[in-house]
């Protein structure tokens, strides 16, 4: 059975550092993609309490799906190049939105979510899906969470 995750205290650095152990041991020796992005977005929520925290997987060369998640209902499909998803998909590099009603194109899944930061999963040469975290406040994520969010979705 697996150990109960242990929050940690402190600056949102210090949260990151104690999960990123948490994470490789959690996911260690599992090759199943779903099974890993279930845990490692609870992990995620529960650890920062985010508004909304998933993954939308790559399901044609052109649209994304709902994947595994934390939150409320959130959007079904998106397509390549659309909204903060589809835009990092696209330039396979994270976007960090620090107002999500300023970002163009931005699809309002929730019209409480007010900043957002979506980190590409990589496999073989590939993107494969996208990590979506949105916050109800502004301007919740820097290159602190870049970073961290980077290096945890590697494991996966």
Same mark, same amino acid.
């Given at each position: ?9 402190? *600056? ?18 599992? *090759? ?5 992005? &279930? ?17 939308? +997987? ?18 079904? +499909? ?35 979510? +007010? ?13 494969? &899906? ?8 502004? &301007? ?17």
């Amino acid at each position: 059975m697996a150990e109960e995750l242990t929050i940690h205290a402190g *600056s949102k650095e210090d949260k990151y550092s104690g999960l990123v152990p948490q994470v490789k041991a959690v996911v260690e020796g599992e *090759s199943d993609l779903i099974a890993n992005m &279930a845990n490692v977005a609870s992990m995620l929520h529960e650890t920062f309490g985010f508004w909304w925290t998933g993954f939308y +997987r790559v399901s044609s060369p052109t649209g994304l799906v709902l994947g595994p998640f934390q939150g409320p209902l959130a959007c079904t +499909r998106i397509q390549k190049g659309k909204g903060v998803c589809g835009t990092a998909w696209e330039r396979g590099e994270t976007v960090i939105v620090p107002d999500v009603d300023a970002f163009p194109g931005h699809i309002a899944c929730s019209s409480l979510s +007010r900043s957002e930061i979506v980190v590409p999963v990589w496999r073989g040469g590939e993107v494969v &899906a996208v990590l979506d975290i949105d916050s109800k406040d502004l &301007a919740t994520f820097d290159e602190v969470d870049r970073r961290y969010l980077e290096e945890i979705v590697q494991c996966i």
